[in-house]
Every structure is written in C-alpha cells, then in structure tokens.
C-alpha cells in the first residue's frame, strides 16, 4: 500500500523502521566500523572530526529507526566515540557531566531529528473524483 504525507502529493511505500533494541546493535556495530575507518585516516583522536563523523552516524541510524530508539542510538555511539576516538584503546574516560552528557545530547537529538519526520502519521491513497454531466463518478 502507498501512503503520503498530509498535505503532500508525492506517494511513497511505507517502510518499517527498526525497533530499539535493533538499532542500538546496529550503532554498536557501525562505531566499531566507524573506529577502524577513522583510524585508517590517522583521526583516532579527541577532536571535532571524530565528533562530526559520530553524528553524521547517529543521522544515518536515525533515518533507519524510530523516533523511541534515538537515546539508545545516542548512548552506543558515545560509548564507540569515547571508547575508540577519544581515548583509544577501548577505554573510557570522563571529562565531567558537562562535556560528555552534552556528546550524549548531540548524538541523540541528532538520531531524534532525523528520524521525526518518518514518524510523523501518514493517510492512505484517496480515489479522485469526476464530475461527469450531472452526475459525479468515483475511480
């Protein structure tokens, strides 16, 4: 069944999305990968590039997932971020509630707005009507 948006003319098929549980294995798994590419490219280090690349992840995960999953997709990749890029060695560190919560907080409300608008609720393909002579007919 296609389905669009409310007020929107463009039909599209409706996709499941990933449950929680699923996603916060997918993130765990894709910050693993991450790590190894960051490290290939000699940016296994504390630094914007690792940050911006561990929320262009949590995007990615976030258009593939529901809205619910967001802190879990959030949390895993703070964990593959902290763990791997900051501190290397699979070792965490905490630098305060501030700076980390705040990675915590990026990560999430990244996952959270990307996958808000495939959440938002769609109505199903309406027949047109036509008006012949006197009468109206419905396809």
């Known amino acids: 069944?296609?389905?669009a948006r409310p007020g929107g003319q463009r039909y599209r098929p409706v996709l499941d999305r990933l449950p929680v549980a699923v996603s916060g294995t997918v993130t765990l798994v894709a910050g693993g990968a991450l790590a190894l590419g960051l490290g290939a490219l000699g940016e296994l280090h504390s630094g914007w590039f690792a940050l911006v690349a561990y929320a262009a992840l949590c995007g990615l995960l976030g258009a593939f997932s529901r809205p619910p999953a967001a802190p879990v997709i959030g949390l895993a990749a703070w964990l593959c971020c902290n763990a791997f890029a900051e501190h290397r060695h699979a070792e965490l560190g905490w630098a305060g509630p501030w700076p980390e919560g705040g990675h915590v907080a990026l990560f999430s409300a990244t996952a959270l707005l990307v996958s808000l608008p495939a959440a938002m609720p769609r109505r199903?393909?309406?027949?047109?009507?036509?008006?012949?002579?006197?009468?109206?007919s419905r396809f």
């Open 124 to 136: 199903t393909v309406r027949a047109a009507s036509v008006v012949f002579g006197h009468h109206r």
């Open 1 to 3: 069944m296609y389905s």
